[in-house]
C-alpha cells in the first residue's frame, strides 16, 4: 500500500495559479499510476488528472490546457500544476494511486474514482470570482 499526504490548497482570486502536492511514501512509486480527483460536496469524485508508470497523461476536458500532472521521481512527489483557475474549480482535492487490475471503464479508465487502491486526505482549493 502507498501513503499519500496532499498539500497546497489554498483560497485564491480567479484567474489565479496554485500548486498541489502529493507527498508518497512507498518503494514503488516510479511503477505506479496516480491522479488526481475533485470533490464538491453532494458530487461524486471526479477525475481531473492521471498520469501512469510511463509518464502517459489524461486529463479531464475542462482543465485541458490548464492543469499539469507531474511526477518528480527523486522527491517521490506527485504535482497538480493548475492556472486561469476558475469558481468552478472549487472543490477538496484528492490525490491517489495504484490502479485496479484489471481496470473499470473504458478509455478514461485512468480517470474514474473506483480503479484506485490509495487515497490521501485531501486538500482544499477556493477560487472566488
Known amino acids: 500500500r502507498v501513503h499519500l499526504v496532499e498539500s497546497g490548497g489554498d483560497s485564491v482570486q480567479s484567474g489565479g495559479s496554485l500548486r498541489l502536492s502529493c507527498a508518497v511514501s512507498?518503494?514503488?512509486?516510479?511503477?505506479?499510476?496516480m491522479a488526481w480527483f475533485r470533490q464538491v460536496p453532494g458530487n461524486g469524485r471526479e477525475g481531473v488528472a492521471a498520469?501512469?508508470?510511463?509518464?502517459?497523461?489524461d486529463y479531464e476536458d475542462s482543465v485541458k490546457g490548464r492543469f499539469a500532472i507531474a511526477k518528480d521521481h527523486y522527491k517521490e512527489t506527485l504535482y497538480l500544476q493548475m492556472s486561469s483557475l476558475n469558481p468552478e474549480d472549487t472543490a477538496m482535492y484528492y490525490c491517489?494511486?495504484?490502479?485496479?487490475?484489471?481496470?473499470?471503464?473504458?478509455?478514461?479508465?485512468?480517470?474514474?474514482?473506483?480503479?484506485?487502491?490509495?487515497w490521501g486526505q485531501g486538500t482544499q482549493v477556493t477560487v472566488s470570482s
Open positions: 498520469i501512469d508508470s510511463d509518464g502517459n497523461t
Open positions: 491517489a494511486a495504484g490502479l485496479l487490475t484489471p481496470p473499470r471503464g473504458g478509455n478514461d479508465y485512468r480517470l474514474l474514482p473506483d480503479n484506485y487502491i490509495d
Open positions: 512507498g518503494d514503488f512509486f516510479s511503477r505506479v499510476s
